[in-house]
């Protein structure tokens, strides 16, 4: 259909920011613990079809030394390439998941995941992970990979002519999960207590319920040329959508803070002659609206995650013109963007948890 459609659906079926932006209304309250002064790094973004008279945005060099260390505020589920013969591959069969803090990394085998890791989420409260192993299967495990059950039928995975596969998921509290795959199958929220599954109504990208599981955010196009966020509340049913902003351009990726009140996501502001995506934050009934972190070219973010106390957001960089992916975490009033990942290998957040 679209540019942007196609890619962005690509993308998320595989793996599963112009000018220093102002920002938009008044900017969430400022943190009150300061992250490490920020570098200036650039990523890779999807593309879409470009607004007529879209200026070309200044380059920005990816730095060659590696991001100072900063300290990171609890656990992050990530996927890596570090653990393969091949750190700095980003072919999706070439991730594997790891939690990361202050220890190291620790490293989670699952069955399969030779295969690559698609996407994981950790259980709100702890003690278990969920994860889409090669886009075939849905397990959940304790969080240190132990005790693997698959929690939904397996699919072939996206292969030529077959595409079938899961290409994401997210907790909704401690006992129901939100799973998403390949038409036809749509978005489905698993009730583990009562084992049942049910079929949601709607259908979007990176679908993200609210904490308390009573809101749904996700990328819904229409029949509009570009994916904008919307908003659905329960029984998510098309008939309370809304969308969140009234920008016209390409959104992705939605995270609901930890208090319910914000909406951080990734919006493009030009797409040729080369992409440039922005860190955006809103609240949920689509007011003060505000730039967290600036386009650059080249640079894409996606995977946002807010931090435990909801002071930080953390998120994936993606660098277009080295091809690696980077974590990175920037306080929610945009000071104090820093990097925490090096350029020797690609990693991705999947989860933030305490």
Avoid at 255 to 269: L, V
Avoid at 282 to 308: F, H, I, K
Wanted: include cysteine; charged fraction near 15%; glycine fraction near 8%.
């Amino acid at each position: 259909m679209r540019r942007g459609l196609l890619v962005l659906c690509a993308m998320a079926g595989l793996c599963l920011a112009s000018c220093l932006a102002p920002a938009r209304g008044e900017s969430p309250p400022a943190p009150t613990v300061a992250i490490p002064p920020p570098q200036a790094n650039p990523g890779q973004g999807y593309s879409a079809p470009a607004a007529a008279g879209s200026p070309r945005l200044p380059t920005v060099q990816s730095p060659v030394a590696a991001a100072s260390p900063v300290a990171i505020d609890g656990r992050l589920l990530i996927a890596t390439t570090r653990s393969t013969s091949r750190p700095q591959s980003d072919l999706a069969t070439d991730y594997r998941l790891a939690w990361w803090s202050n220890r190291g990394r620790q490293s989670i085998g699952l069955p399969g995941d030779e295969a690559g890791i698609v996407d994981a989420a950790a259980k709100p409260g702890g003690g278990a992970i969920a994860a889409i192993v090669a886009g075939s299967r849905v397990l959940s495990s304790s969080e240190d990979g132990t005790s693997p059950t698959d929690l939904m039928p397996a699919l072939p995975g996206v292969q030529p002519g077959n595409p079938s596969a899961y290409l994401s998921l997210s907790w909704a509290g401690p006992d129901k999960l939100l799973v998403r795959q390949t038409a036809p199958g749509g978005i489905t929220l698993l009730d583990l207590a009562q084992r049942s599954q049910t079929p949601l109504a709607i259908n979007g990208l990176a679908p993200m319920l609210s904490t308390d599981g009573q809101h749904l955010a996700f990328a819904f196009a229409g029949n509009a040329s570009f994916f904008s966020i919307y908003v659905v509340d329960q029984p998510f049913t098309s008939q309370s959508m809304r969308k969140l902003t009234a920008d016209s351009v390409l959104e992705s990726n939605p995270a609901w803070s930890t208090d319910g009140a914000w909406i951080a996501y990734a919006a493009e502001t030009a797409a040729s002659p080369a992409v440039a995506w922005e860190l955006r934050a809103v609240r949920v009934d689509g007011t003060n609206e505000s730039t967290v972190v600036p386009a650059q070219t080249g640079v894409s973010y996606s995977s946002l995650r807010w931090s435990p106390d909801g002071r930080a957001i953390g998120f994936t960089e993606y660098v277009e013109t080295a091809h690696t992916r980077r974590i990175g975490v920037v306080n929610r009033d945009g000071s104090d963007m820093h990097l925490l990942s090096d350029n020797t290998a690609n990693d991705k957040l999947l989860d933030w948890r305490p």
